[in-house]
């Protein structure tokens, strides 16, 4: 089941002037218009397509405040235009590795018992980092400060604090964080799951951006490839 799905069943003229030359009583001349200059145009980044296998190359997301660059090669698939992910051939069965990025507004105060405790945290990347390492049943790894592109932004690991059994949790799962006051949309199904956060400050709104390895025997290349895809995220400013 995709990440998407997951969150599914929760619910841009040149003028050109012409030159009028002196005007006699007998005749009047108009000089030629001399050729617009030439201008060399800045390459355009394609729009992240909404679904469907991805060619290799950098894509553009506009999925918050500031638009950012992200760059993946062949193999991956875009999922909702919001969510990219490539299965591990070597298992089949289970979902691989996922780079997500939506809003998320909401975090539970406990992963486990989650059901009437998702809190709105506010815009602010350091709200959204305190409650996350405050969140009781799951463990986060001390943040660290990075840049992502123009932005600074924290950085952290996150997964289910030790060896928690998921089966007492609310619905069966480890709730992480959601868009909704009342329904979960990001979640751990299994405690072998590992998520990377970068939370983005834009100017004082948040973009949340997380690599995600569902299982731990996922094949240690497409580990490498998914953070390298992560890594490649870059935020822009026009200032």
Known sequence: MSVLLRRAIALASILSVGLLGPVGLSACTTAE??????????????????????NAGSYLVTSFTEPFEITVPDGWLSDGGEVLFKDDP?????????????PTPYVPTDA??????????GPSAEAFVDAMTAQTSTASTTPVEVMVGDYSGFEFDHSVEGDLDITPCDR??????????????????TKEERQTFRVVDLNGQRAVIWV????ESINPE????????????MFKSDK
């Open 112 to 121: 486990c018992a989650w059901q009437g405790n998702l809190v709105e945290v």
């Open 90 to 102: 070597d298992h089949p069965e289970n979902l691989g590795v996922a780079v997500v990025f939506w």
């Open 172 to 189: 069966d799962k480890f709730c992480i964080s959601s868009e909704f006051s009342n329904e979960c949309t990001s979640w751990y199904s």
């Open 33 to 54: 218009a001399p050729p617009p200059a030439a201008t060399t145009e800045a390459p355009t980044v394609a729009p992240l397509p909404e679904s469907g296998n991805l």
């Open 212 to 215: 995600v390895q569902f299982h």
């Open 222 to 233: 497409l580990t490498s490839e998914a953070r390298a895809v992560f890594d490649s995220i």
